[in-house]
């Protein structure tokens, strides 16, 4: 099992000393806390309240030395910015470990899985929160976890957004205000562009409603059929030019046409179905005949969405105050990084617009632990922290709930 520190706090006053468990926990009645990250140098400060939770620790700050390699998880109260429910922090710094995006039963929207279970199936995975928001299914129904933004992974475009959304590229920290990509195919010297990638529509959210339409590209990393619809012909390619993935950022794949349907299909190993208006370009091609495709993107090799941005390098990013589910309280979930370059997961538990976390709480909070640029991920019944086995935090419906898409904490 992977063994987490627990970073080191020191107060102005001389404290009290509880023990709970393997960790030293400072109580004190004002606490100015120092995270020593690793190797005993100081990377930031925090100004926190003093903690009376019994669970899983009485903790007024980041808690004792480290006692493992460079990755540390604490829980910590957030009372100075009335947050009154529990905290949890996972950071570390360095390179022995790095984010990877988890997607739920390997596919995209082949279903749901919990962070756990899909940390668990991940060589070298040693924690994992909840990421991007997804579309809900009805009750009772299959829910294919179709998520809300673009999924970038290993530098592949596995997700195109459906709507505009917030993202975060996991390398650099970089955040924006969409996924910036591209792709075309060139049909005989005519350019075609396509308009999602292995997006399930029709898709419909609140004041949102996406008609089925457009050039509609599907890979083998799709878990579903393809769409029927009228008036609409699926052209089915294989991928004949040796590449691991057709949909490879900035590369060019060869594309042979060897069948036609109008049946809702499951892509086949090796192939690309394109959805298309039976009145577009793709008709001309005969059965043999080879395109080409360019898929172009800055965002780097693993991307993925959140909502909204809170900080961007120092800046405390705007919050919409008609935003009834950013200016009440919930379950947060947030991912940051400090202006050192530690890497920092914070959850904070809550129940749906009673209690937990305002966005402007959750940015405050991170301004305490020197977090200067941040995303929000998926919140509410979502929110979950996995690490050294179990689930850390509270999760609002009692225990971990499947979603859609993953952060998974690997080594090396």
């Given at each position: 099992?992977?063994?987490?520190?627990?970073?080191r706090?020191?107060?102005?006053?001389?404290?009290?000393?509880?023990?709970?468990?393997v960790?030293?926990?400072?109580?004190?009645t004002a606490?100015?806390?120092?995270?020593?990250?690793?190797?005993?140098?100081?990377?930031?400060?925090?100004?926190?309240?003093?903690?009376?939770?019994?669970?899983?620790?009485?903790?007024?700050?980041?808690p004792?030395?480290?006692?493992?390699p460079?990755?540390?998880?604490?829980?910590?109260?957030?009372?100075?910015?009335?947050?009154?429910?529990g905290?949890?922090?996972?950071?570390?710094?360095?390179?022995s470990?790095?984010?990877?995006?988890?997607?739920?039963?390997?596919?995209?929207?082949?279903?749901?899985?919990?962070?756990?279970?899909?940390?668990?199936?991940?060589?070298g995975?040693?924690?994992a929160?909840?990421?991007?928001?997804?579309?809900?299914?009805?009750?009772?129904t299959?829910?294919?976890?179709?998520?809300?933004?673009?999924?970038?992974?290993?530098?592949?475009?596995?997700?195109?957004?459906?709507?505009?959304?917030?993202?975060?590229?996991?390398?650099?920290?970089?955040?924006?205000?969409?996924?910036?990509?591209?792709?075309?195919?060139?049909?005989?010297?005519?350019?075609?562009?396509?308009?999602?990638i292995?997006?399930?529509?029709?898709?419909?959210y609140?004041?949102?409603?996406?008609?089925?339409?457009?050039?509609?590209l599907?890979?083998?990393?799709?878990?579903?059929?393809?769409?029927?619809?009228?008036?609409?012909?699926?052209?089915?390619?294989?991928d004949?030019s040796?590449?691991?993935?057709?949909?490879?950022?900035?590369?060019?794949?060869?594309?042979?046409?060897?069948?036609?349907?109008?049946r809702?299909?499951?892509?086949?190993?090796?192939?690309?179905?394109?959805?298309?208006?039976?009145?577009?370009?793709?008709?001309?091609?005969?059965?043999g005949?080879?395109?080409t495709?360019?898929?172009?993107?800055?965002?780097?090799?693993?991307?993925?969405?959140?909502?909204?941005?809170?900080?961007?390098?120092?800046?405390?990013?705007?919050?919409?105050p008609?935003?009834?589910?950013?200016?009440r309280?919930?379950?947060?979930?947030?991912l940051?990084?400090?202006?050192?370059?530690?890497?920092?997961?914070?959850?904070?538990?809550?129940?749906?617009?009673?209690?937990?976390?305002?966005?402007?709480?959750?940015?405050?909070?991170?301004?305490?632990?020197?977090?200067?640029?941040?995303?929000?991920?998926?919140g509410?019944?979502?929110?979950?922290?996995?690490?050294?086995?179990?689930?850390?935090?509270?999760?609002t419906?009692?225990?971990?709930?499947?979603?859609?898409?993953a952060?998974?904490?690997?080594?090396?």
């Amino acid at each position: 099992m992977e063994r987490f520190g627990t970073g080191r706090s020191h107060v102005r006053r001389t404290p009290k000393v509880v023990r709970v468990g393997v960790a030293r926990v400072w109580i004190a009645t004002a606490v100015v806390a120092t995270l020593i990250l690793v190797g005993g140098s100081e990377t930031s400060a925090s100004t926190l309240s003093p903690a009376t939770e019994k669970h899983p620790s009485a903790a007024a700050a980041i808690p004792a030395p480290p006692f493992g390699p460079s990755l540390h998880l604490a829980r910590v109260s957030g009372r100075s910015f009335d947050i009154h429910t529990g905290v949890h922090v996972l950071w570390w710094t360095g390179h022995s470990y790095h984010l990877a995006i988890g997607i739920a039963r390997h596919k995209i929207d082949n279903g749901v899985q919990t962070p756990q279970s899909i940390c668990r199936s991940t060589s070298g995975c040693v924690a994992a929160t909840n990421a991007d928001f997804f579309a809900v299914g009805a009750t009772g129904t299959f829910d294919p976890g179709d998520s809300v933004g673009g999924i970038v992974r290993n530098c592949v475009l596995l997700h195109t957004p459906q709507i505009s959304h917030q993202q975060v590229d996991l390398k650099t920290g970089a955040v924006s205000q969409g996924l910036e990509w591209s792709a075309a195919l060139d049909v005989n010297g005519s350019s075609v562009p396509v308009t999602a990638i292995n997006q399930q529509l029709p898709l419909s959210y609140p004041q949102v409603n996406l008609p089925l339409s457009g050039t509609l590209l599907y890979t083998p990393a799709y878990g579903q059929k393809t769409p029927a619809a009228p008036g609409r012909m699926t052209y089915i390619f294989q991928d004949v030019s040796g590449t691991t993935a057709p949909t490879r950022i900035n590369s060019i794949a060869h594309l042979k046409l060897v069948a036609r349907s109008l049946r809702s299909l499951k892509v086949k190993p090796g192939h690309v179905d394109i959805s298309m208006p039976i009145s577009s370009t793709l008709p001309a091609l005969a059965h043999g005949d080879v395109v080409t495709m360019s898929t172009t993107s800055t965002a780097g090799c693993n991307n993925i969405g959140g909502h909204p941005i809170l900080l961007d390098q120092g800046v405390v990013m705007p919050i919409d105050p008609a935003d009834t589910a950013l200016v009440r309280p919930y379950a947060r979930t947030a991912l940051g990084w400090t202006s050192t370059g530690a890497t920092v997961i914070v959850t904070v538990d809550g129940r749906d617009g009673v209690s937990g976390a305002t966005a402007h709480q959750l940015t405050a909070l991170l301004q305490s632990l020197h977090v200067t640029t941040a995303i929000s991920l998926d919140g509410g019944y979502s929110t979950s922290l996995y690490a050294r086995g179990r689930t850390m935090n509270h999760p609002t419906g009692g225990r971990e709930r499947p979603v859609a898409t993953a952060l998974l904490v690997l080594r090396g």
